[in-house]
């Protein structure tokens, strides 16, 4: 089974910056895309940012475009999200995500086609 655990989050002022950590276990990390959402409360989750594979391409939300960056580092598989510029409107839960299927398309940024999900980190930017 899968496993992915996100860490990071926290409380920062607007403008500020947060990283957030993504560790995933127990397959072949290197042939599998990564994906970070957002749920609002009350709302489902949004695309926020995915990475390939193999690190390009990657792809962003258009609200997130310039502010935020996707990495991965096989040694260790780990994703990172780092956060910069943060708007009060950034805040949310935030989590990591994997689909099942290998080579997966980072632009089709459905999160109903993503199977493996961790447990979410709150991020809180303040005005």
């Known amino acids: 089974q899968v496993q992915l655990v996100e860490s990071g989050g926290g409380l920062v002022q607007a403008g500020g910056s947060l990283r957030l950590s993504c560790a995933v276990s127990?397959?072949?990390?290197?042939?599998?895309?990564v994906g970070w959402f957002r749920q609002y409360p009350g709302k489902e989750r949004e695309f926020v940012a995915s990475?390939?594979?193999?690190?390009?391409?990657?792809n962003y939300a258009d609200s997130v475009k310039g502010r935020f960056t996707i990495s991965r580092e096989s040694a260790g598989n780990l994703v990172y999200l780092q956060m910069n510029s943060l708007r009060p409107e950034d805040t949310a839960v935030y989590y990591c995500?994997?689909?099942?299927?290998?080579?997966?398309?980072?632009?089709?940024?459905?999160?109903?086609?993503?199977?493996?999900w961790g447990q979410g980190t709150q991020v809180t930017v303040s005005s």
């Open positions: 127990d397959r072949s990390f290197s042939t599998y895309a």
């Open positions: 990475i390939s594979w193999n690190g390009v391409p990657t």
């Open positions: 995500s994997s689909p099942r299927r290998p080579y997966y398309n980072v632009y089709d940024a459905v999160a109903s086609k993503y199977d493996y």
